[in-house]
Protein backbone atom coordinates (compact mmCIF):
# COMPACT_ATOMS: atom_id res chain seq x y z
CA UNK A 1 0.00 0.00 0.00
CA UNK A 2 1.51 2.98 -1.52
CA UNK A 3 0.32 5.48 1.02
CA UNK A 4 2.25 3.20 4.11
CA UNK A 5 5.61 2.50 2.32
CA UNK A 6 6.00 6.31 2.51
CA UNK A 7 6.28 5.94 6.33
CA UNK A 8 8.69 4.00 6.63
CA UNK A 9 11.39 6.47 4.69
CA UNK A 10 12.53 7.13 8.56
CA UNK A 11 13.56 3.28 8.60
CA UNK A 12 16.36 4.33 6.33
CA UNK A 13 18.07 5.99 9.49
CA UNK A 14 17.78 2.86 11.63
CA UNK A 15 21.02 0.85 9.54
CA UNK A 16 21.17 -2.55 9.02
CA UNK A 17 18.03 -4.25 10.10
CA UNK A 18 16.80 -7.89 10.90
CA UNK A 19 13.15 -9.25 11.94
CA UNK A 20 14.88 -11.80 14.12
CA UNK A 21 13.54 -15.59 13.41
CA UNK A 22 10.47 -14.16 11.86
CA UNK A 23 11.52 -14.06 8.48
CA UNK A 24 14.82 -16.56 7.66
CA UNK A 25 16.65 -18.70 5.50
CA UNK A 26 17.34 -18.63 1.97
CA UNK A 27 14.19 -19.90 -0.47
CA UNK A 28 15.07 -21.12 -4.09
CA UNK A 29 12.10 -20.87 -5.29
CA UNK A 30 9.17 -17.98 -4.60
CA UNK A 31 5.49 -17.97 -5.03
CA UNK A 32 5.84 -14.51 -4.86
CA UNK A 33 8.16 -11.90 -6.01
CA UNK A 34 9.93 -9.86 -2.72
CA UNK A 35 8.14 -7.01 -3.82
CA UNK A 36 4.43 -8.77 -4.00
CA UNK A 37 5.48 -10.02 -0.82
CA UNK A 38 6.75 -6.83 0.63
CA UNK A 39 3.45 -4.93 -0.72
CA UNK A 40 0.96 -7.61 1.37
CA UNK A 41 2.80 -6.77 4.03
CA UNK A 42 2.80 -2.82 3.96
CA UNK A 43 -0.91 -2.98 4.56
CA UNK A 44 -0.36 -4.08 8.24
CA UNK A 45 1.30 -1.00 10.24
CA UNK A 46 3.73 -2.10 13.33
CA UNK A 47 5.39 0.63 15.74
CA UNK A 48 8.72 1.39 16.99
CA UNK A 49 9.97 3.85 20.04
CA UNK A 50 12.38 6.36 18.77
CA UNK A 51 13.74 9.34 19.10
CA UNK A 52 13.09 12.87 17.24
CA UNK A 53 15.60 11.78 14.80
CA UNK A 54 13.41 8.49 14.12
CA UNK A 55 16.48 6.12 15.56
CA UNK A 56 14.70 3.09 17.32
CA UNK A 57 15.97 2.81 21.53
CA UNK A 58 17.35 -0.36 21.81
CA UNK A 59 19.69 -2.47 23.99
CA UNK A 60 22.93 -4.27 23.46
CA UNK A 61 22.55 -8.36 22.74
CA UNK A 62 23.54 -10.08 25.63
CA UNK A 63 27.06 -11.81 26.08
CA UNK A 64 26.61 -15.81 24.55
CA UNK A 65 27.71 -18.83 26.12
CA UNK A 66 31.30 -18.58 25.47
CA UNK A 67 30.82 -15.04 27.35
CA UNK A 68 31.02 -13.12 24.08
CA UNK A 69 29.27 -10.54 22.92
CA UNK A 70 26.98 -11.37 20.18
CA UNK A 71 27.15 -8.44 18.44
CA UNK A 72 24.42 -5.99 17.14
CA UNK A 73 21.19 -4.83 19.61
CA UNK A 74 17.56 -5.37 19.84
CA UNK A 75 14.44 -3.17 19.89
CA UNK A 76 10.90 -3.83 20.51
CA UNK A 77 8.46 -3.90 17.78
CA UNK A 78 5.08 -3.25 19.19
CA UNK A 79 1.54 -4.44 17.33
CA UNK A 80 -0.61 -1.98 19.15
CA UNK A 81 0.24 2.04 18.82
CA UNK A 82 -0.97 2.43 22.46
CA UNK A 83 1.17 -0.04 24.19
CA UNK A 84 4.28 1.45 22.43
CA UNK A 85 2.89 4.85 23.62
CA UNK A 86 2.67 3.57 27.27
CA UNK A 87 6.15 2.05 27.12
CA UNK A 88 7.43 5.37 26.41
CA UNK A 89 5.10 6.81 30.01
CA UNK A 90 6.07 3.94 31.70
CA UNK A 91 9.38 4.45 31.13
CA UNK A 92 9.10 8.10 32.06
CA UNK A 93 7.24 7.62 35.46
CA UNK A 94 10.47 5.56 36.50
CA UNK A 95 13.52 6.98 35.16
CA UNK A 96 15.91 8.10 37.50
CA UNK A 97 17.55 12.09 38.54
CA UNK A 98 20.15 11.43 35.80
CA UNK A 99 19.77 14.56 33.09
CA UNK A 100 21.30 12.93 30.25
CA UNK A 101 18.44 9.91 30.73
CA UNK A 102 16.18 12.44 31.10
CA UNK A 103 16.75 14.33 28.12
CA UNK A 104 16.58 11.16 26.03
CA UNK A 105 13.10 9.71 27.45
CA UNK A 106 11.91 12.97 27.32
CA UNK A 107 12.60 12.91 23.25
CA UNK A 108 10.88 9.27 23.04
CA UNK A 109 7.81 9.01 20.33
CA UNK A 110 5.84 6.24 18.73
CA UNK A 111 6.93 6.18 14.76
CA UNK A 112 5.00 3.77 12.60
CA UNK A 113 6.69 1.24 10.15
CA UNK A 114 4.90 -0.53 7.20
CA UNK A 115 6.13 -4.27 8.02
CA UNK A 116 6.67 -4.81 4.33
CA UNK A 117 9.59 -1.96 4.37
CA UNK A 118 11.02 -3.94 7.60
CA UNK A 119 10.84 -7.37 6.02
CA UNK A 120 12.75 -5.32 2.70
CA UNK A 121 15.67 -4.37 5.43
CA UNK A 122 15.75 -7.71 6.27
CA UNK A 123 16.10 -8.88 3.00
CA UNK A 124 19.04 -6.65 2.23
CA UNK A 125 20.68 -7.04 5.45
CA UNK A 126 20.91 -10.74 6.69
CA UNK A 127 24.32 -11.40 6.43
CA UNK A 128 25.77 -8.28 8.00
CA UNK A 129 27.24 -8.96 11.80
CA UNK A 130 26.27 -5.91 13.63
CA UNK A 131 21.91 -5.79 12.56
CA UNK A 132 19.52 -4.23 14.25
CA UNK A 133 17.24 -7.15 15.96
CA UNK A 134 13.67 -6.61 15.80
CA UNK A 135 11.70 -8.51 18.82
CA UNK A 136 7.86 -8.39 18.25
CA UNK A 137 5.58 -7.63 20.81
CA UNK A 138 1.75 -8.83 19.92
CA UNK A 139 -1.19 -7.58 21.57
CA UNK A 140 -1.77 -9.77 24.91
CA UNK A 141 -5.42 -9.64 24.11
CA UNK A 142 -4.79 -11.68 20.59
CA UNK A 143 -2.41 -13.87 21.89
CA UNK A 144 -4.64 -15.49 24.53
CA UNK A 145 -7.21 -15.28 21.61
CA UNK A 146 -4.83 -17.53 19.83
CA UNK A 147 -4.23 -19.77 22.63
CA UNK A 148 -8.16 -20.40 23.57
CA UNK A 149 -8.84 -21.26 19.40
CA UNK A 150 -6.03 -23.63 19.68
CA UNK A 151 -7.02 -25.04 23.23
CA UNK A 152 -10.64 -25.78 21.48
CA UNK A 153 -8.92 -27.17 19.07
CA UNK A 154 -7.81 -29.87 21.35
CA UNK A 155 -4.19 -29.07 21.31
CA UNK A 156 -1.67 -28.54 24.41
CA UNK A 157 -0.39 -24.98 24.36
CA UNK A 158 0.61 -22.90 27.08
CA UNK A 159 1.58 -19.72 25.33
CA UNK A 160 1.93 -18.39 21.81
CA UNK A 161 5.61 -16.87 21.06
CA UNK A 162 5.06 -15.04 17.30
CA UNK A 163 2.30 -13.09 16.32
CA UNK A 164 -1.04 -15.14 15.84
CA UNK A 165 -2.98 -14.01 12.82
CA UNK A 166 -6.45 -15.73 11.79
CA UNK A 167 -7.77 -17.35 9.02
CA UNK A 168 -11.54 -18.20 8.41
CA UNK A 169 -11.87 -21.71 7.25
CA UNK A 170 -15.14 -23.68 5.50
CA UNK A 171 -14.02 -26.30 7.35
CA UNK A 172 -11.25 -27.98 9.37
CA UNK A 173 -10.33 -29.87 6.05
CA UNK A 174 -11.66 -26.90 3.44
CA UNK A 175 -10.24 -23.77 2.04
CA UNK A 176 -10.04 -20.05 3.15
CA UNK A 177 -13.28 -18.08 2.81
CA UNK A 178 -13.12 -15.62 0.46
CA UNK A 179 -14.39 -12.24 0.74
CA UNK A 180 -14.90 -9.01 -1.89
CA UNK A 181 -13.61 -6.05 -0.79
CA UNK A 182 -12.99 -4.60 -4.09
CA UNK A 183 -15.06 -2.86 -6.64
CA UNK A 184 -14.13 -5.13 -9.37
CA UNK A 185 -15.78 -8.45 -7.66
CA UNK A 186 -12.16 -9.65 -7.20
CA UNK A 187 -12.40 -12.69 -4.32
CA UNK A 188 -9.75 -11.97 -2.01
CA UNK A 189 -8.63 -14.40 1.37
CA UNK A 190 -8.56 -11.96 4.34
CA UNK A 191 -5.95 -13.02 7.29
CA UNK A 192 -6.56 -10.55 10.09
CA UNK A 193 -4.51 -9.59 12.53
CA UNK A 194 -7.65 -9.66 15.22
CA UNK A 195 -9.57 -12.61 16.51
CA UNK A 196 -12.22 -10.08 16.76
CA UNK A 197 -12.34 -9.40 12.76
CA UNK A 198 -11.78 -13.41 12.72
CA UNK A 199 -15.22 -13.84 14.75
CA UNK A 200 -17.15 -11.56 12.50
CA UNK A 201 -16.78 -13.32 9.55
CA UNK A 202 -17.23 -16.35 11.29
CA UNK A 203 -20.44 -15.38 12.72
CA UNK A 204 -21.66 -15.07 9.08
CA UNK A 205 -20.52 -18.15 7.23
CA UNK A 206 -21.94 -20.48 10.01
CA UNK A 207 -25.26 -20.69 9.10
CA UNK A 208 -24.55 -21.66 5.90
CA UNK A 209 -21.54 -23.73 6.56
CA UNK A 210 -21.37 -25.20 9.84
CA UNK A 211 -17.77 -26.32 10.09
CA UNK A 212 -16.82 -23.48 9.55
CA UNK A 213 -13.82 -22.40 11.75
CA UNK A 214 -10.78 -20.03 12.66
CA UNK A 215 -7.43 -21.28 11.91
CA UNK A 216 -4.40 -19.97 13.62
CA UNK A 217 -1.46 -19.47 12.10
CA UNK A 218 1.56 -17.23 12.95
CA UNK A 219 3.43 -14.85 10.94
CA UNK A 220 6.37 -17.18 10.27
CA UNK A 221 4.49 -19.31 9.10
CA UNK A 222 2.38 -17.11 6.51
CA UNK A 223 5.85 -15.66 5.34
CA UNK A 224 6.95 -19.28 4.63
CA UNK A 225 4.01 -20.03 2.71
CA UNK A 226 4.38 -17.04 0.53
CA UNK A 227 8.17 -17.55 -0.20
CA UNK A 228 7.74 -21.30 -0.25
CA UNK A 229 4.21 -22.35 -1.95
CA UNK A 230 3.41 -22.11 -5.82
CA UNK A 231 -0.09 -21.94 -5.47
CA UNK A 232 -2.19 -19.19 -7.57
CA UNK A 233 -4.95 -18.42 -4.77
CA UNK A 234 -1.62 -16.49 -2.33
CA UNK A 235 -1.54 -13.45 -4.64
CA UNK A 236 -5.99 -13.39 -3.31
CA UNK A 237 -4.11 -12.89 0.29
CA UNK A 238 -4.52 -9.91 2.18
CA UNK A 239 -3.41 -9.17 5.55
CA UNK A 240 -6.45 -7.10 7.50
CA UNK A 241 -4.60 -4.74 10.15
CA UNK A 242 -6.05 -4.51 13.55
CA UNK A 243 -9.42 -2.45 14.29
CA UNK A 244 -7.08 -0.24 16.32
CA UNK A 245 -4.63 -0.12 12.83
CA UNK A 246 -7.39 0.77 10.92
CA UNK A 247 -8.62 3.67 13.23
CA UNK A 248 -4.44 5.14 13.01
CA UNK A 249 -4.10 5.00 9.43
CA UNK A 250 -7.75 6.93 8.83
CA UNK A 251 -5.39 9.45 10.28
CA UNK A 252 -2.65 9.73 7.62
CA UNK A 253 -2.42 11.83 5.05
CA UNK A 254 -4.51 10.72 2.13
CA UNK A 255 -2.66 9.30 -1.79
CA UNK A 256 -5.96 9.24 -4.20
CA UNK A 257 -3.27 7.22 -6.03
CA UNK A 258 -3.34 4.30 -3.67
CA UNK A 259 -5.39 1.87 -2.76
CA UNK A 260 -7.43 1.81 0.47
CA UNK A 261 -6.50 -0.43 3.32
CA UNK A 262 -8.30 -4.14 3.57
CA UNK A 263 -11.14 -3.52 5.72
CA UNK A 264 -12.78 -5.60 7.92
CA UNK A 265 -15.34 -7.71 6.07
CA UNK A 266 -18.85 -6.76 6.96
CA UNK A 267 -22.69 -7.95 6.03
CA UNK A 268 -22.64 -5.96 2.53
CA UNK A 269 -19.38 -6.97 1.16
CA UNK A 270 -18.86 -9.81 2.09
CA UNK A 271 -19.74 -12.77 -0.78
CA UNK A 272 -18.19 -16.17 0.24
CA UNK A 273 -17.71 -18.87 -2.69
CA UNK A 274 -18.40 -22.63 -2.55
CA UNK A 275 -15.46 -24.01 -0.56
CA UNK A 276 -12.87 -25.89 -3.38
Not at 17 to 25: E, K, Q
Not at 88 to 111: A, C, F, H
Amino acid sequence: MKSLVRWGATLGLVGSTMLGTVFAGNIPVLALSEQQIKDKLDSVPVYLVTNEKGLPLSRPLPENQNGQKAGGSVTGVYLSRQEAQKFINDLRNTQGKDPKVQEIVKSLQVTAVPLGVIYQQLQQSKNQPNRLLFAFKPVDQEIQGAVDLLRQSGQKVDQFKSVPVFAVRFAPDKGYVPIKLTSDNQQLIPLFLSKQDAQGLLNQVKPKYPKADIQVIDVDGVIKTLQDKNDTWLNQVVLVPSPESREYIKTLPRDNNAPKAPAAPNRNNTQPKKPR
